[in-house]
Nanobody, 125 residues
Framework: QVLLVESGGGLVQAGGSLRLSCAASGGTISNRVMGWFRQAPEKEGEFVASIDRDGKTLLANSVKGRFTISTDNAVNTVYLQMNSLKPEDTATYYC???????????????????WGQGTRVTVSS
């Protein structure tokens, strides 16, 4: 059982930056695909980014050029660096871990096996 705990959310002005962290325990992230998803109030959840053990990444079009996903296997943590934040980035951000190391379909919630509790990001205009 992998436990994921997100942190780093908060309130930021448009154009600002935040770095979200997702610390994993109970299992290593080094052989898994890790992902970030978000859900805004009254909207469906959406894929944000994913990364595999080789550092291959996939980013949603809406965040390309602004967000970066990375991992630090030494501390079993995945990060989401968010720059040039916009009000439409306001959401609860969730970290997810996939048991498989395959990036196939990594934009789909269904392929992930473990989820964190989420961290809230609010971007003011």
């Amino acid at each position: 059982q992998v436990l994921l705990v997100e942190s780093g959310g908060g309130l930021v002005q448009a154009g600002g930056s935040l770095r979200l962290s997702c610390a994993a325990s109970g299992g290593t992230i080094s052989n898994r695909v890790m992902g970030w998803f978000r859900q805004a109030p009254e909207k469906e959840g959406e894929f944000v980014a994913s990364i595999d053990r080789d550092g291959k990444t996939l980013l949603a079009n809406s965040v390309k050029g602004r967000f970066t996903i990375s991992t630090d296997n030494a501390v079993n943590t995945v990060y989401l660096q968010m720059n040039s934040l916009k009000p439409e980035d306001t959401a609860t951000y969730y970290c997810a871990a996939r048991s498989s190391g395959s990036m196939e379909l990594s934009h789909l919630r269904e392929v992930y096996d473990y989820w964190g509790q989420g961290t809230r990001v609010t971007v003011s205009s």
